[in-house]
């Protein structure tokens, strides 16, 4: 079952899916101490069971008390029940005028983030390199340390896992520019194709690639700067 909670007061907007979240991160608990009872070493076995646990309790807790906010009554046995219960009181609050914005941001970022966590663990966002410069700073690589370049602009995306560019972030290393979700990538794919017709139509293309192929030269291991 799967609860979709949305928030939105121009601050902040949540699109949250707890419960399938949290079905998954319980099959990542059960089915690696299933795994524990074949024939997984015993400090692999505790990694991965020590890790999804303590994933699952801060998620427990964290509902416990959002829960007992909005109530004085005993939580609930799930951490599915004190959400739902907790997100009907705290939605309430909210229509009634009682949740000043700064509370709604601190919900919101707080459930963000323990969705990011679970996601991040379960879902690892691939990383995919951007062969073409940054439309903004023009930047097609950049240093990562004394000897290692990496391309401008990094997509993170979970396209596999959920089959969208929802959650994809685009972000240039270069200028710290930003693109996020589907409509971001549409984005920066326009800029990118406006970038290089101005490219083509002037001298940049040369400095550009000279710059690219002094990128390269110092990607060569012994070469400093
Ligand atoms: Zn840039």
Redesign the pocket.
Same mark, same amino acid.
């Given at each position: 079952m799967t609860v979709e909670q949305v928030f939105d007061d121009h601050s902040a907007t949540v699109r949250v899916r707890h419960d399938s979240l949290l079905n998954q991160l319980r099959d990542a608990v059960s089915s690696s101490m299933a795994h524990s009872a074949n024939k997984v070493s015993a400090s692999e076995r505790n990694i991965l069971d020590a890790d999804a646990i303590d994933k699952l309790e801060q998620v427990e807790n964290m509902a416990r008390k959002l829960y007992l906010t909005v109530t004085a009554a005993e939580p609930f046995p799930t951490p599915e029940q004190n959400l739902r219960q907790w997100f009907i009181g705290f939605s309430n609050l909210h229509r009634s005028g009682k949740v000043s914005r700064e509370v709604l941001g601190q919900k919101a970022s707080r459930l963000r983030s323990v969705v990011t966590m679970i996601d991040d663990k379960l879902n690892p966002p691939e990383s995919i390199e951007i062969t073409s410069p /940054?439309p903004? +700073?023009e930047?097609l690589w950049v240093k990562t340390d004394e000897m290692s370049w990496c391309r401008?602009?990094t997509v993170q995306s979970r396209i596999a896992v959920y089959g969208s560019l929802d959650n994809a972030t685009a972000t /240039?290393r270069? +200028?710290?520019?930003t693109w996020i979700h589907g409509q971001g990538m549409r984005q920066l794919r326009w800029e990118i194709d406006e970038s290089e017709t101005r490219r083509n139509e002037s001298p940049v293309e040369i400095e550009h690639d000279t710059d690219t192929l002094i990128g390269h030269r110092f990607t060569m291991p012994g070469n400093g700067e």
């Open positions: /940054c903004r +700073c930047k401008a602009i /240039c270069g +200028c710290g520019a």
